[in-house]
């Protein structure tokens, strides 16, 4: 059972095995940018230029790429930058080579590392760390530790901070709709703290309020932006059993509680699937799905998403899950279902962002008439422990939707 935020105790967290750490980015108030001349924290709706570009993945030091570098590369997106020339220069782009770090920005960031109560660094390493849903242009990002191991107190206990780096930051993101997504790059390269805890937060409050001591603390040195945006918070959770999940760029820290508790119903809900796929005795390797296009047998359907898919000459296909009957409507977080975790996936990695995107035999009563159903069960041979996903799009997008 799904309960909602705010109906569990501390206890069933503890049981849960529920932790949580967090990743803080915080907006220096300096003049310029950190590896530029550009001015800091001048934005403006207005651009002079246009940049497009794609991104390809590359291989790690390790000879390897990265997984979701990958599944980056295979939504074919167009990255779209818009350019001021009062905010932006060649730098950003790749095509100057950084300047010398900003040494205002060093001085905050070693301020900030000391009333963390951080062990300071000998030496400054300017590291890259891969960007890759294309906010940074040149695909990676310039970071840098300043201080390591330091604490903060917290009611009757401390919490432990892993590091504080100093690095830039990125583009602020305008749309992202199908394979097109719109960058301003006024907000690119200013200059950027990241705190980083240790998992330490025992519940969704806690992360809350962890997150308000370390928001305070960077604020009383007077040295900080504030403002929408200026600070972003990433939000690590898991529970036992499950991965580490990574809520990224929360944009308010009251937000924080909700979003995690709910990640961790999701990830108990994804784990009691499991456990119910393997009493089924389906396992990932020996699994099968077979899909067909269905596109004739609707071409009469009154289901007006997929009516104006066909008028699109888009294709629908339907896809036949053996032995996942009742599984796609198991819920998974207040209001949402396995079918809902499949739709988002398909959103991002396809780029069918248009919802409804797919429907189910789960829900059959909410979408096609009981005959499209027998008609579209018997062209896929399907067994009453069955379920079928129906998803439409173009070749590239449906393909990409089937397989992912």
Known sequence: ??????????????????????????????????????????????????????????????????????ME??????????????????????????????NEALDIALEIA?????????????????????????????????GIEGTIPYKNRKIQIRQLGLEEDACREISDKGHL?????????????ETVTYPDMKNPREAAEVAQIIRRLTRVTGKVRTGIGATRQDVNVS??????????????????????????????ALLEIKAELKKRKLSEKSYKIKTINISNLLKNTTYEPIQKALKKDLLVNAVLLPKFKNILSYPTQPEQTFENEISDR?????????????????????????KEWKTISAKLSAQPTDAIIIVWGDKQDSETAIKK
């Open 181 to 193: 997504r719109i960058y301003k790059t006024d907000r690119l390269g200013m200059p950027l703290i």
């Open 346 to 370: 398909v959103r991002v990695i396809a780029c069918l962002n248009t919802l409804p995107n797919i429907i189910s035999s789960e829900t059959a009563n909410k979408n096609l008439s009981p």
């Open 114 to 146: 000391i009333l963390l109560k951080c062990n300071l660094v000998s030496e400054l390493h300017i590291a890259r760390k891969q960007y890759l849903d294309g906010s940074i242009p040149t695909g990676f990002q310039r970071t840098t530790i300043v």
């Open 73 to 102: 590369f295979k939504t074919k997106k167009n990255i779209l930058y818009r350019l001021n020339h009062e905010t932006a220069c060649t730098y950003e782009f790749d095509d100057t080579p950084p300047f010398p770090l900003n």
């Open 239 to 268: 529970i036992t059993g499950g991965t580490r999940i990574e809520i990224k760029g929360v944009s308010r820290i009251p937000l924080i509680p909700e979003l995690v508790h709910n990640e961790a119903m999701r990830q108990k």
């Open 1 to 70: 059972m799904i309960k909602k935020f705010g109906k569990l105790s501390d206890k069933e967290y503890e049981k849960l095995g529920f932790k949580c750490g967090l990743e803080i980015h915080q907006q220096l108030f300096t003049k310029e940018k950190l590896f530029c001349h550009c001015p800091a924290g001048l934005y403006t709706n207005e651009y002079d230029a246009e940049i497009l570009r794609h991104m390809r993945p590359t291989l790690s030091e390790l000879g390897v790429y990265d997984g979701t570098a990958l």
